[in-house]
């Protein structure tokens, strides 16, 4: 896989919370599930001065090379087993998950596979490796001719699309022989690139004309996966999707919808910090002050506890605070 081994271990019990909730039908909060100046790295990377080997000492290593003590805990490797035991009871002869409206959604079907590759399981091996095999049948069977990936009652297309292509990046190279594979991440990438509007950041529809954050760390994440998969991703469409990311930061440090004036919510500002992360930036001054802001307001037991899209803040800033963390312990 490509993603790092840091954003799987924070996000995995995320991403399984948002896939159950999605597949059993309760509201539909649709998470979507990242880069600067400079193109995307080749690979997932940690900050120069906390790069680690096997003799780096402990004030050296990265948070990814260096777990908390107890980062994984039995509750919590429970749940995660609980989880995906409850996504392939959940899952339908097409590769689809539950019933009812969204069940049939791309962008949630391929939430539900993200998930059990991160538990280790390729298309065909591992405990779930028929299920992502399923998974992965479905995803490349709802692509248009075009590339554009959508399923039935798809809300907010680009949503499902941004997801499709970033499990497809995961996958790429665990089916090597497959060219469907790569046939399909190409021409879901050229999409994105081809979406982005004017300001730098992408909607609900695959034309360039609106942006919010919300949607725009979909395709960033999206783009991440298929260039360390190997796909050219052009370096303008990354400057200029940091550009709008910043571009939505407010001075209080959070980040709003869009980049007209509007509130900072702190998930969306978790969301804008990991665009930030995933473009290979990792010292910033929009970090530093999104980071602030996310420590004063989405803490457990503050103010963030009974707020709108709860879990969707926490998938995005489980996958911010790790890599801030490598740089902490670089410094």
Same mark, same amino acid.
Not at 57 to 85: F, H, Q, W, Y
Not at 86 to 109: E, K, T
């Given at each position: ?160 699309? /941004?997801? %499709? &292509? @970033? =499990?497809?990046?995961? *996958? !790429?190279?665990?089916?090597p022989e497959d060219r469907r594979v790569h046939e399909a991440l190409t021409r879901a990438v050229d999409i994105i690139i081809g979406s982005q509007n004017e300001e730098g950041g992408w909607r609900y529809n695959p034309v360039p004309h609106d942006a919010d954050v919300s949607v725009t760390i979909c395709q960033v994440m999206a783009?991440?996966s298929a260039r360390n998969a190997g796909i050219k991703v052009p370096k303008e469409t990354i400057d200029r999707a940091v550009q709008y990311i910043r571009d939505c930061q407010n001075d209080d440090g959070g980040f709003r919808y869009m980049k007209i004036p509007g509130a900072s919510a702190w998930p969306r500002t978790a969301a /804008?910090? %990991? &665009? @930030? =992360?995933?473009?290979? *930036? !990792? ?49």
């Amino acid at each position: 896989m490509t993603v790092t081994r840091w954003a799987r271990r924070a996000a995995l019990g995320l991403v399984l919370m948002h896939a159950l909730t999605a597949a059993a039908q309760s509201d539909p909060v649709i998470v979507p599930p990242a880069p600067g100046a400079q193109a995307l790295p080749s690979a997932p990377q940690t900050p120069p001065a906390a790069a680690a080997g096997s003799g780096a000492s402990e004030g050296e290593k990265s948070a990814e090379n260096n777990p908390m003590a107890d980062e994984m805990t039995p509750e919590l490797i429970l749940a995660v087993d609980r989880g995906l035991e409850y996504l392939r009871a959940q899952m339908n002869p097409d590769g689809s998950f539950g019933r009812g409206r969204y069940s049939r959604h791309v962008g949630i079907v391929s939430l539900c596979g993200i998930a059990m590759l991160a538990d280790g399981n390729t298309p065909g091996r591992g405990r779930y490796g028929a299920e992502v095999e399923a998974v992965l049948e479905f995803v490349l069977a709802h692509a248009s001719d075009a590339g554009f990936f959508a399923a039935e009652t798809s809300h907010g297309p680009m949503y499902g699309h /941004g997801f %499709a &292509t @970033l =499990f497809l990046g995961e *996958i !790429y190279g665990m089916t090597p022989e497959d060219r469907r594979v790569h046939e399909a991440l190409t021409r879901a990438v050229d999409i994105i690139i081809g979406s982005q509007n004017e300001e730098g950041g992408w909607r609900y529809n695959p034309v360039p004309h609106d942006a919010d954050v919300s949607v725009t760390i979909c395709q960033v994440m999206a783009l991440r996966s298929a260039r360390n998969a190997g796909i050219k991703v052009p370096k303008e469409t990354i400057d200029r999707a940091v550009q709008y990311i910043r571009d939505c930061q407010n001075d209080d440090g959070g980040f709003r919808y869009m980049k007209i004036p509007g509130a900072s919510a702190w998930p969306r500002t978790a969301a /804008g910090v %990991a &665009t @930030l =992360f995933y473009a290979g *930036i !990792y010292e910033d001054d929009s970090i530093d002050r999104g980071l602030a802001y996310l420590l004063r307001r989405a803490m457990p037991g503050g103010p963030s506890s009974n707020s709108p899209h709860y879990y969707y803040g926490h998938y995005y800033a489980a996958q911010a605070m790790p890599p801030a963390r490598s740089i902490a312990c670089a410094a």
